[in-house]
Each structure stands twice: as structure tokens, then as C-alpha cells.
Nanobody, 125 residues
Framework: QVQVVESGGGLVQAGGSLRLSCTVSGLVFNDYAVNWFRQAPGKEREGISCINWSGYMKYYADSLKGRFSISRDDAKNTVYLEMNSLTPEDTAMYYC??????????????????WGKGTLVTVSP
């Protein structure tokens, strides 16, 4: 049974940083790309980043303006999302999801295999 578990969310002041983790079990981890999505209150879910199965291809939403960085540690079956210069607009539930092999360059949620339950990020002014 596949499990996708996010962690690292919390409350941070504007300008601060957080590192989210996504740990996956129950599949061959390095056969999968891993995506991050977020959903802010009252807004639709948006894809924000993805790292492909090899770790060589990384994608980011334009709205992030270079503030976030994705990486993976296959020895730990974990993907990380480093988030810097956070603003209140980054407040959202952050979800991790797996996709076979490669990312969708437009960060869509099509062909997603498994979702985590999310971790909440709250950025105070």
C-alpha cells in the first residue's frame, strides 16, 4: 500500500523560511516524479513544483519567482521543498503527490498516482 506523508508545515512570519518533506513508501521511489501542490483558502489547487524520477528535471510555477527549491533523497524516499521569503500569500495547505517517471511541465494534476493528506503552512504578516 502506497503512503505519501507530508511534514514540516507550521506558522512562520513573513520573510521566513520553511522546509517541507514528503516521504513515500510502498512503491519503487526512483520510478516516480514527485509533485507539490497547494490550495489556499477559497482558491483552486495549483501545482507549484515537481522533480522527475532522476532528480535532473525540476519545474516551478512562475508565481514562485525563484523562492522555492525542490530536491530529492532517494536513500530516504523523501522529497524536500525549501521555501524562502515567504509571504502571507503562501498560506495554504501543501500537498505532495507521485506521478510515474516524469513531471508534467505545466504542473497539472493529470496522471497523479497517489496523494498525501497535506501539511498546513501559515505565514503571518
Amino acid at each position: 500500500q502506497v503512503q505519501v506523508v507530508e511534514s514540516g508545515g507550521g506558522l512562520v512570519q513573513a520573510g521566513g523560511s520553511l522546509r517541507l518533506s514528503c516521504t513515500v513508501s510502498g512503491l519503487v521511489f526512483n520510478d516516480y516524479a514527485v509533485n507539490w501542490f497547494r490550495q489556499a483558502p477559497g482558491k483552486e489547487r495549483e501545482g507549484i513544483s515537481c522533480i522527475n524520477w532522476s532528480g535532473y528535471m525540476k519545474y516551478y510555477a512562475d508565481s514562485l519567482k525563484g523562492r522555492f527549491s525542490i530536491s530529492r533523497d532517494d536513500a530516504k524516499n523523501t522529497v524536500y521543498l525549501e521555501m524562502n521569503s515567504l509571504t502571507p500569500e503562501d498560506t495554504a495547505m501543501y500537498y505532495c503527490a507521485t506521478k510515474r517517471y516524469d513531471c508534467s511541465p505545466n504542473l497539472s494534476d493529470a496522471e497523479i498516482n497517489d496523494w498525501g493528506k497535506g501539511t498546513l503552512v501559515t505565514v503571518s504578516p
